[in-house]
């Protein structure tokens, strides 16, 4: 039963992140996604604080079982934020080579998320400034919560004594921003089937959204 519960609080918060938070850059915005939007133009701890109160308004949820994540990074002139749902027992950290400028290579700037807290078990959301191609077989169509769409690739490949499973989504790009974003996964396949629904979720529950940086008058 608490499996179950779990599970919908999961599908409900994407859904509710989903009206906030709506889909990228380019699109039209109304009500709540434009006051997000002005947030993230001006201060993280703002765009934080709007997503942990929807987190908060899922009443469904068990206390503190999931949390709301944001992050900005800066990039040509662009505000970019990634947003998404923390399960209890996952950590993340962030990293961003503020001194790149428009030279960052791919991975410069992102965020990684541990599954139970394992560096092993790694989810790495994080953008580029140059595009990426994958050429592995059987790719399919992978869309958001919030409307984000691209491609997903995964393969197994033996590691020692473990099956090692990765998986790459590579997001189409946000309209009006040069970034290309994706997520790359690695971890034992047994890891990734003990865990494949709340990823599932996970995964369906990010979000980014971009804003011009605003020139002073």
Known sequence: MRGKMRKMGIILLAAVMGSFLA???????????????????????????????????????????????????????????IGFILPTGWTYDTYENIN??????????GIHVYVNGDSQSRISIYGSTSALEIDWENPEA????????????????????????????????LEENYAYYRVMS?????VYEEN??????????????????????
Request: charged share 25%.
């Open 23 to 81: 889909a990228g850059c380019g699109r039209r915005e109304e009500g709540n996604m434009a006051a997000f939007r002005e947030s993230v133009q001006t201060e993280e701890a703002v765009a934080a604080e709007d997503l942990a109160a929807v987190v908060a308004d899922a009443a469904v949820l068990p206390a503190g079982e999931i949390v709301g994540v944001t992050k900005n990074f800066s990039h040509r002139n662009f505000i970019d934020n």
């Open 100 to 109: 790149a400028g428009d030279g960052m290579n791919a991975g410069e700037w």
């Open 142 to 173: 992978f869309i958001t919560g919030m409307g984000l769409t691209g491609v997903r690739y995964a393969r197994e490949t033996a590691h020692g004594l473990e099956n090692v499973r990765t998986d790459w989504i590579i997001f189409d790009p």
């Open 186 to 190: 690695v971890m034992e396949v047994h």
């Open 196 to 217: 494949s629904e709340v990823m599932r979720e996970f995964l369906k529950g990010i979000n980014i959204v971009c804003a011009a940086v605003q020139e002073e008058a």
